[in-house]
């Protein structure tokens, strides 16, 4: 198993920051701390430590002064599963899953894992089985099906499926390949510009402006972290696409939230007009998705010299699944983690991580990159492109080893974590959500604005 500080030095002197900083990092708990035979806390604590760091310097490079950052891995841990312990006026948050989404053996023997949070991947699904919305009768569909001849039926319409893979296989096949090729992150200047000055502020991210385009919890945790360290974020969701209501509650805290259709004249027009006074730009959706509209890197780059622009992904843009859809589950699925946590365990059938932790890491390496760029924009100038992956974080918590006994952890539940909780008033009730699990000497992260319901403000920068 991977020291946690060599980790995190890794993921630091990866991008280029002076390893000096790290001296200013205190890193303590250790593994195991949830019930894992992999190193899922050294990942949440790598991956938020870094982000912290990030926000320091930013802080150092404003003010001339620097500060400790601190990470306790069982505090990060907890975040990872943020969504399991949100509740909403002493009650539960909403329902987070659809009750056919989840994991089915085939007629050949091997499972798939179907995802339906989202109205129409459900009633895809539906459809291409033939059966009624039922678990039991999905089941019995299913049993008419090789593993890999559904995965790749439920792609061509435009579904999220995949079969279970083990490690071996998916090191041999074309997308694993192509991801294992790649960094974890990558941080790349994509045009000329300007260096631009910092804003007036108190915090390491005051008067940055973000503009958020991400749904579930891989970009929404990353711009979460952003808002936290002081940026005013603008989530922009569009009226005709779902959403996942705990999702929505738990990491809208510290942004605004707008509701704008790309397709329309007049909302292509406000987007346009928020985009050429941003900083950072954060966005989930396919590769290509937004570039099919107009508002893809270089276009955004050209729109607004000095842009950062994040694009976050499922499989990586390298490879043919590179503009496939995809979800933390499924990503752990198809690249061999459910299979390998399964045969730790002794049992049959996909075994998941005990928590979303490629969505949650990815987020805070997000984050990272965010402000690496911003960092380099301020001194060098230019405009930069930021590129994160589930399946690259997937491949590179694999390269952390595994944890002797990590399966004995014990799970903790909503009373076991409440020293990790905060309330606060929302939009949809008080909130009691986990807080921002790192620590800084003089800029506290923490969220000014409350969670809004979808829609809740103007298209317009404060």
Same mark, same amino acid.
């Given at each position: ?38 190193? %899922? ?24 002064t620097a500060q400790r950052v601190g990470v306790d891995m069982r505090a990060a841990a907890v975040a990872?599963?943020?969504?399991? @312990?949100? $509740? ?8 987070? *899953? ?12 091997? @499972?798939?894992?179907? +995802?339906?949070?989202?109205? +129409? ?8 089985? =033939? ?12 049993? =008419? ?13 435009? !579904?999220?499926?995949?079969? &279970? ?19 974890? &992150?990558?941080?790349?200047?994509? =045009? ?11 915090? /390491? ?20 972290? !952003? ?9 922009? $969701?569009?009226?005709?696409? /779902?959403? %996942? ?104 059938? /996909? ?19 965010? &402000? ?12 930069? +492109? ?19 006994? =990590? ?39 923490? *969220?000014?604005?409350?969670? !809004? ?6 298209? +317009?920068?404060?």
């Amino acid at each position: 198993m991977t020291d946690p500080r060599d980790v995190l030095e890794k993921i630091w002197t990866g991008l280029g920051h002076d390893p000096a900083a790290l001296e200013r990092v205190d890193l303590t708990g250790r593994e195991p701390v949830l019930p894992s035979s992999f190193a %899922v806390g050294t990942a949440m604590q790598a991956s938020v430590a870094a982000s912290a760091l990030a926000a320091a310097e930013v802080w150092r490079a404003r003010s001339g002064t620097a500060q400790r950052v601190g990470v306790d891995m069982r505090a990060a841990a907890v975040a990872a599963r943020s969504e399991r @312990y949100l $509740t909403v006026d002493g009650g539960p948050a909403p329902e987070l *899953w659809d009750k056919i989404a989840g994991t089915y053996q085939c007629g050949d023997g091997r @499972y798939v894992r179907l +995802h339906t949070n989202f109205p +129409h991947h459900r009633d895809g699904v539906l459809k291409l089985l =033939g059966c009624a919305y039922d678990k039991a009768a999905v089941a019995e569909a299913l049993k =008419g099906w090789k593993a890999f001849d559904f995965e790749d039926a439920a792609a061509k319409a435009k !579904l999220v499926v995949t079969a &279970m893979r083990s490690f071996a296989e998916w090191d041999a096949h074309p997308q694993g390949q192509a991801v294992a090729r790649l960094p974890l &992150m990558s941080v790349e200047r994509i =045009g000329d510009a300007a260096p631009r000055a910092w804003p007036q502020g108190e915090r /390491p991210l005051a008067g940055i402006k973000v503009l958020d385009l991400t749904r579930i919890i891989a970009g929404p945790v990353g711009t979460l972290t !952003l808002a936290a360290h002081g940026a005013d974020v603008m989530l922009v $969701t569009s009226p005709n696409l /779902p959403s %996942v209501a705990p999702l929505v509650i738990d990491t809208g805290r510290g942004k605004l939230s707008a509701q704008l259709d790309l397709t329309d004249a007049k909302d292509r027009a406000a987007f346009e007009s928020l985009l050429r006074d941003a900083d950072v730009v954060v966005q989930g959706y396919r590769p290509g998705g937004l570039a099919s509209l107009g508002f893809g890197p270089e276009d955004a780059a050209r729109i607004n010299p000095g842009i950062v622009y994040v694009s976050l992904c499922a499989y990586s843009h390298e490879g043919p699944w590179a503009g496939r859809r995809g979800f933390d589950s499924l990503v752990q699925t198809a690249s061999g983690f459910n299979d390998a946590e399964a045969k730790a365990a002794g049992t049959d059938g /996909p075994k998941p991580l005990p928590a979303q932790i490629l969505d949650h890491a990815t987020g805070y390496l997000l984050a990272y990159g965010a &402000m690496t760029a911003l960092l380099r924009q301020r001194t060098d100038g230019g405009s930069f +492109h930021v590129r994160a992956s589930l399946a690259q974080t997937g491949y590179w918590l694999r390269s952390m080893g595994r944890v002797d006994g =990590g399966l004995r952890c014990p799970d903790p539940a909503l009373d076991d974590v409440r020293d990790c909780l905060e309330t606060s008033e929302s939009g949809f009730g008080q909130l009691s959500a986990v807080r921002h699990p790192a620590t800084l000497s003089q800029t506290p992260p923490r *969220w000014t604005r409350p969670s !809004l319901p979808l829609g809740s403000s103007a298209p +317009h920068w404060p």
